[in-house]
């Protein structure tokens, strides 16, 4: 446990559904070992409330966890208080009319990537208690619909050239895969600046994309940038940003891929 329980709490593998079944299996050993095995108690206590409290921080307001990597429906008691800041890898503000998590860590441990996905920089977002931008998740862990959903075009980023920020090959491999290279925030007047870059297109020629929020509370706003490093006028990017099924869009024409919709725009 001290080697897969991160300082925040997370599972290592960095899959919200993986370390939920982890915590609920732990839960359960906590119960078996009770009535005589103090030491074993003590020892475990500290990272089921380690866990506890991230899985509950990086829930939506509905309760459903956010569909990072290798991840399905599951939903847990959210936390209900107000944050603004970085919980590990993810920067989350919650407050009572919206929720949003931004992933600035790795796509998981580079010695078992089994469960990652090409994620880098991506994000979810709720209204209410209504999810509006989710990711993908995981539909099954064979064939082409693995291959399908663990590319960067099943997640809300951004690609060059049409590449995933990472090389995925049979059900649980991944080769070439890019690195978080920095991350952080910056607090101001009028609100917040939090950022986070990665080197997954450097093999393209591109050092390093970065995504910016500007996060404000008055007005209530939200706006993500790109910043690319040594633009070449080949290099074609392009977003893509993933819709919860309950969204209605009027304005919009959306693509139905496997009940998640979706629309892209290029830039």
């Known amino acids: 446990l001290s080697q897969q329980i991160l300082d925040s709490g ?26 005589e095995c103090k030491e074993q108690l003590e020892k475990l206590t500290p990272y089921l409330n380690k866990m506890e409290n991230f899985i509950t921080q990086i829930a939506h307001p509905c309760g459903t ?20 800041g970085w919980l590990g890898d993810y920067f989350i503000t919650r407050n009572s ?16 990537p089994a469960h990652s996905h090409c994620d880098l920089l991506t994000f979810e977002l709720s209204i209410g208690k209504k999810p509006l931008f989710i990711n993908s998740g995981t539909h099954s862990y064979t064939g082409e619909k693995r291959q399908h959903f663990r590319s960067s075009k099943s997640h809300n980023v951004l690609t060059l050239n049409d590449y995933d ?9 991944m080769g ?21 870059s990665h080197n997954g297109y450097r093999f393209l020629g591109c050092p390093s994309v970065t995504r910016l929020w500007f996060i404000s509370e008055s007005p209530h706003l939200w706006v993500s940038f790109h910043w690319i490093s040594h633009f070449q006028e080949d290099h074609h990017f392009k977003e893509y940003l993933h ?4 969204t209605q869009l009027p304005n919009l024409t959306l693509k139905e891929n496997n009940k ?8």
């Open 10 to 35: 997370e599972h290592f593998e960095k899959s919200p559904s993986y370390h939920w079944e982890l915590w609920k299996t732990l839960q359960w050993l906590m119960n078996w070992v009770k009535p």
């Open 65 to 84: 966890l956010p569909y990072f990597n290798d991840s399905w429906l599951i939903k847990v008691p959210p936390s209900t208080i107000s944050s603004h």
């Open 97 to 112: 009319s919206s929720f949003m998590i931004f992933d600035g860590g790795p796509l998981g441990p580079d010695f078992l």
């Open 165 to 173: 920020c990472a090389d995925t090959w049979n059900s649980f491999r």
């Open 176 to 196: 070439r895969r890019g690195h978080i290279i920095q991350k952080g925030d910056l607090s101001s007047a009028s609100g917040q600046w939090v950022w986070a």
């Open 243 to 246: 819709f919860s099924p309950e």
């Open 260 to 267: 998640r919709f979706s629309f892209q725009h290029d830039l």
